[in-house]
């Protein structure tokens, strides 16, 4: 099955050599190109993209907003949101989640780690390993604010061991790294972060990375 990639950057030459990169394999194509957040939204509905590598910084319409409106439109229901930012100056990877992106990387980040996450994200998997995007998250929850450590419903249902894997995948553990820490298989690892996204209202595991941290089961 061949992977439907929205490229969405206001520099033309980092989206041509995207396009040159995923072009070159046998799985991915690129179906379409966007500058602003609001071509974004509209070449999303035209291409009947799959994912959208969605930059944070564009004139007009920004990535977060337009992920927003791709991930709350019924008719693009389905359609995921990698979101590129700079690891040392962008401090808006939260509202990025919030707004529904699956997952994100740094432009930095080398080909081969990209190629995995577009088919990671694609599969309906989130990207919250690697040790940057735990920096990253500490850092923006570094200083508490009032939308922090607040009760969040859903909490009161979840289970001990539905907590605790939620903190786990907080700190950023695949559904393999959690089976090897609590001794469960990855299969039961990921029924209970399914179950637990279910009760916290969590569109995806990314979203549950925000809630760990906004209720306070995260510090």
Request: glycine share 8%; net charge negative; proline share 4%.
């Amino acid at each position: 099955m061949t992977i439907r990639v929205l490229l969405a950057d206001d520099q033309e030459l980092l989206r041509a050599t995207f396009r040159l990169l995923l072009d070159s394999t046998d799985d991915i194509e690129v179906v379409g190109e966007a500058s602003t957040g609001h071509e974004a939204v509209d070449h999303a509905k035209q291409s009947r993209a799959d994912l959208v590598l969605m930059d944070i910084r564009m004139p007009g319409l920004d990535g977060i907003a337009a992920t927003a409106l791709i991930t709350s439109d019924e008719e693009l229901a389905g359609v995921k949101v990698l979101v590129l930012t700079t690891f040392e100056t962008d401090e808006l990877v939260l509202e990025a989640l919030r707004a529904g992106a699956s997952g994100f990387l740094g432009k930095g980040t080398d080909p081969a780690s990209l190629l995995a996450a577009i088919r990671t994200v694609a599969a309906g998997e989130q990207l919250l390993s690697p040790a940057a995007t735990r920096a990253v998250v500490e850092r923006i929850t570094s200083t508490p604010g009032p939308e922090h450590h607040t009760p969040r419903p859903g909490i009161d249902d979840l289970t001990a061991r539905e907590r605790e894997i939620t903190v786990l995948v907080a700190q950023g553990l695949s559904n393999v790294e959690i089976g090897e820490q609590l001794f469960i298989s990855p299969a039961t690892a990921k029924t209970h972060v399914n179950r637990a996204m279910m009760k916290t209202g969590a569109r995806d595991r990314a979203q549950l990375v925000v809630f760990a941290y906004e209720s306070g089961l995260m510090h």
